[in-house]
């Protein structure tokens, strides 16, 4: 079992930034693809970003431009940096690894982000 551990999420207001971290207990380069993903009151989760082994990063629209992807190889760590935050950014913030490419294998606990107007 492999233990993914976000944090970094709080109370922003609209237009700041924040940083997600996400702790990986393994090495980092184990995993096909590391992803962000959010869920906010009433909806569904979606995927935010995601970067795969070979560092190629997606988007999804609302955040292209605002949110940045990134891993540090020597702290075994995923990263979203998030700027311009929204309030409709506001949610519950997951990392997610998959390993093989066929599904998400292991998921975070979840860190809060609420972006205030």
């Known amino acids: 079992q492999v233990q993914l551990v976000e944090s970094g999420g709080g109370l922003v207001q609209a237009g700041g930034s924040l940083r997600l971290s996400c702790a990986v207990a393994s090495n980092i380069f184990s995993f096909y693809q590391l992803s962000w993903y959010r869920q906010a009151p009433g909806k569904q989760r979606e995927v935010v970003a995601d970067i795969g082994s070979d560092g190629t990063t997606n988007y999804v629209d609302s955040v292209k431009g605002r949110f940045t992807i990134s891993r540090s190889i020597a702290k075994n760590t995923l990263y979203l940096q998030m700027n311009s935050l929204k309030p409709e950014d506001t949610a519950d913030y997951y990392c997610?690894?998959?390993?093989?490419?066929?599904?998400?294998?292991?998921w975070g606990q979840g860190t809060q982000v609420t972006v205030s107007s």
């Open positions: 997610a690894g998959d390993l093989d490419g066929l599904g998400i294998d292991y």
